[in-house]
T-cell receptor, first 113, second 113 residues
């Protein structure tokens, strides 16, 4: 059973701080890694994807991947109250001729003014 | 460019009934995947369709079935509804190699009473 683990939180940070969200995965064959943001009652929206070891930056967001440790993280700099949402980590692995996605349960982030 | 659309947005069904949910994929995407998201949980992968054939399936019983049409739109059918089937059902489209991520529709909220 492929698993993607996230701390459900909530993670509470003050406005302007750095929020650090973490995710571990069980399948060493995993190839692509995604972070989605989901506001309450809404569908997930893609924030970032990464598939090489190291860091990838996009604006206030940085995704970090360490395949040896089977670990992927998302850093949000200068956190804003509008960043308050659930952040889903997703991983795809190639199996049986197709790419199969697995999502974590998500980490709830609260950014307080 | 059109996004992913799902219908209906909300649905109430009685235990034992059957339901069909519909999804139109984003323009250019050829793969559709379906997810069940219970409250407070991450999306659980149900199955995925590519070129009108199922090419990946999660841990869901056979009463969950689907179709993909030549225009890449898709249906999710659930027979013999159970109370635990109450959830948000999400459809996502992607390329066959989803390295760029999945685009989600707004979901169908199914309530089984």
């Amino acid at each position: 059973q492929k698993e993607v683990e996230q701390n459900s939180g909530p993670l509470s940070v003050p406005e302007g701080a750095i929020a650090s969200l973490n995710c571990t995965y069980s399948d060493r064959g995993s190839q692509s890694f995604f972070w989605y943001r989901q506001y309450s009652g809404k569908s997930p929206e893609l924030i970032m994807f990464i598939y090489s070891n190291g860091d990838k930056e996009d604006g206030r967001f940085t995704a970090q991947l360490n395949k040896a440790s089977q670990y992927v993280s998302l850093l949000i700099r200068d956190s804003q109250p509008s960043d308050s949402a659930t952040y889903l980590c997703a991983v795809t692995a190639y199996s049986g001729g197709s790419y199969i996605p697995t999502f974590g349960r998500g980490t709830s982030l609260i950014v307080h003014p | 460019e059109t996004g992913v659309t799902q219908s209906p947005t909300h649905l109430i069904k009685t235990r034992g009934q059957q339901v069909t949910l519909r999804c139109s994929s984003q323009s250019g995407h050829n793969t559709v995947s379906w997810y069940q998201q219970a409250l407070g949980q991450g999306p659980q992968f149900i199955f995925q369709y590519y070129r009108e054939e199922e090419n990946g399936r999660g841990n869901f019983p056979p009463r969950f079935s689907g179709l993909q049409f030549p225009n890449y739109s898709s249906e999710l059918n659930v027979n013999a509804l159970e109370l635990d089937d109450s959830a948000l059902y999400l459809c996502a489209s992607s390329f066959s190699n989803p390295a760029g991520g999945y685009t989600f529709g707004s979901g169908t909220r199914l309530t089984v009473v």
